[in-house]
């Protein structure tokens, strides 16, 4: 039997115009999808965006509102407002309130893309991102965001006291048996809300026990 040569087909020419059809596809990627670059990955991250003072609840609510209505949740994730729980004792009564602590800004965790930032730039009453450029922000770092996040936490499962003392800072009594008198902190318990301060008496410096609400910064 006689041996068949095996003869291969030839490989179709690639036409110029396949190529440029192959070409126009790339280039006719949704112009939303190349909008949509990420500044900084893939990624969320912490943004902090300054807000005019007394309206930063007011900023994180209309960015809010703004994602939704633009359909852009894939793009961001918590809003917040630094606040942390405070407690203080009026009237013999214990109160608990709330008191911001970064005032004038609000912490956003968004995936930056200059779709996401041209929403959070033109929300009312925001100034703008804290960091980088004006054109590239950038966001804080991982310790920076676990710093505050920790503090919101602490705070909620044990509420700070309202005011604050510092061993050797001067205080004066506002009420009780040493009224008008001014001291020197010398020890401050906040489980009890109480105060050791040297007072002189007669001349001699005497320790006594002040109630936080008794007492105020002598500045």
């Not at 041996?3 to 490989?11: F, L, Q, R, S």
């Not at 020419?13 to 440029?20: G, I, K, L």
């Not at 004792?89 to 005032?103: A, N, T, W």
């Not at 710093?147 to 006291?161: A, Q, V, Y």
């Amino acid at each position: 039997m006689a041996d068949v040569e095996k003869i291969e087909a030839p490989e179709a020419p690639v036409s110029p115009e396949a190529t440029s059809l192959d070409e126009a596809q790339l280039d006719s990627k949704p112009q939303e999808e190349k909008k949509n670059k990420y500044f900084g990955g893939d990624k969320f991250r912490w943004y902090v965006i300054q807000a005019f003072s007394g309206f930063e609840q007011r900023v994180a609510l209309t960015l809010q509102e703004r994602i939704k209505i633009h359909h852009m949740e894939d793009y961001f994730g918590e809003i917040l407002v630094p606040k942390e729980k405070v407690k203080e004792i009026k009237d013999g009564k214990k109160r608990e309130s709330e008191r911001k602590f970064f005032p004038g800004y609000v912490l956003v965790n968004m995936r930056m893309t200059s779709e996401s930032w041209q929403l959070v730039k033109h929300t009312d009453r925001v100034l703008g991102f804290i960091g980088g450029t004006s054109e590239k922000p950038l966001p804080i770092t991982e310790a920076e965001a676990n710093k505050i996040l920790d503090r919101l936490k602490e705070t909620e499962d044990s509420p700070r006291p309202k005011t604050m003392f510092e061993v050797g800072e001067h205080v004066r009594a506002i009420e009780g048996a040493f009224k008008d008198f001014v001291g020197t902190v010398e020890k401050v318990d906040y489980e009890k809300n109480r105060l050791t301060v040297s007072i002189a008496i007669f001349g001699r410096a005497t320790p006594v026990e002040l109630d936080f609400t008794q007492v105020e910064k002598d500045i």
